[in-house]
């Protein structure tokens, strides 16, 4: 074991569920390492006002965000961002983290924070056309697609609100969507939109186009019928999904992919811990990911010292 | 101006300056929304690594952005932000929409490549 790269607890994501665990932990004068595949805040970067932060009055996520880690690298916690994990070793006393650059770190307890992302459709052409007619945000491109015509997936609260919201700009908007009925709330669905089609039961199969996009398959999923549909762009609001595919399998998760933890946050491996929007709860705000890591990095903290004096007795002994 | 620990382009004539005074040049052009703040936060990073590059932002909806979204090269793009390289003043690459870290060290150590092996 390379001391050096050996922590008392390495916390796996940097949104704030992470920070707030790297922050307690480092403060606690526990070796600390944070590493994290996405960019330091995880979503909460892209909050861009927070106005319910207990504390402060208003403030974007991005900032927050940019505070938290100030805090916990003034604390000695290191981090590591926008890299990949290739291999994870979660059993046994030493725990072991391989990034993809190939360097390894080790330790005695693991606290994983890895979050959640917006859903994309994994099928033929999304990335090639994604940001030349492909979009994740309505606010960020809904400017791009004036006077065209557009598609959007889902069906939940985002999809529907962002179709309306579309409709400054695009001349039509066809909501494609799996089901045959929404799962957004009533006052958010548009029926009678002069704008605004809908094609239920249905999915989007693949993409076409030269340079941009031009048209998509949409397979109708009750007959099994597909057709090629012309469209300048497509935007995407399918929901988010737990970060926890790494971990698959190993970690005690419900069926939606969510770690299952007690209320110290302990999974069910020993010394190894979870926290934050990639756990099974009802509720997903700035201030739960940052009690959950809060929790999380307590009772780490506890496992530790209790780990240490147990070997230490059996040393003496 | 956007609110990222980057250093900022806020006219037409700090973009021209910037790009004729510095051989190696990275632009991003974006809002503060989620295709764009992944970007500065990797070119944040980058900035330690990559000390013969220099790192800057401009806000998409500053009218100065016209020197960005003018370019030939980013005819056709569809989401934001519309990172720019620039090698001695001129475009070396041009990407539309979010962008991985891997990516992004692709590019520099491709474009950049020379300075780098100097």
Redesign the interface.
Known sequence: MNTNNHYDAIVIGAGPAGLTAGIYLSRAKLKTLIISEGTVGGQMVLTHEIANYPGVENISGYQLSNIMKKQAKTFGCDIKSNTSIQSLELEGSVKSVTLAEGETFTSSSIILTPGGRSRTLGVTGEDQFKGKGISYCATCDGDFFTGKEIVVVGGGNSALEEAVSLTKYATTVTVVHQFDHFQAYEHAIARNHPKINFVMESAITAFYGNENLESVDIKNLKSGETTNFRTDGVFVFIGYTPNTEFIKNRVEMNKKGEIVVKEDMSTNIEGVYAAGDSTAKRFRQVTTAVGDGTIAALAASNYLHETKTKNNKLIAA | ML???LKHIETAADHAKVISENENVMVIC?????????VY??AE?LEEEYKHVKFYDLEFDNPESHVIRNLAEVR?????PFTIYYKNGKVAKA????Q???QVKAILDKEFAATVNA
């Open positions: 609110y990222t620990n974006g809002r503060m929304g989620p295709m764009c703040i992944p936060g990797i990073e056709g793009f569809m989401g934001i990407t539309s929409s979010i991985t870290k891997a």
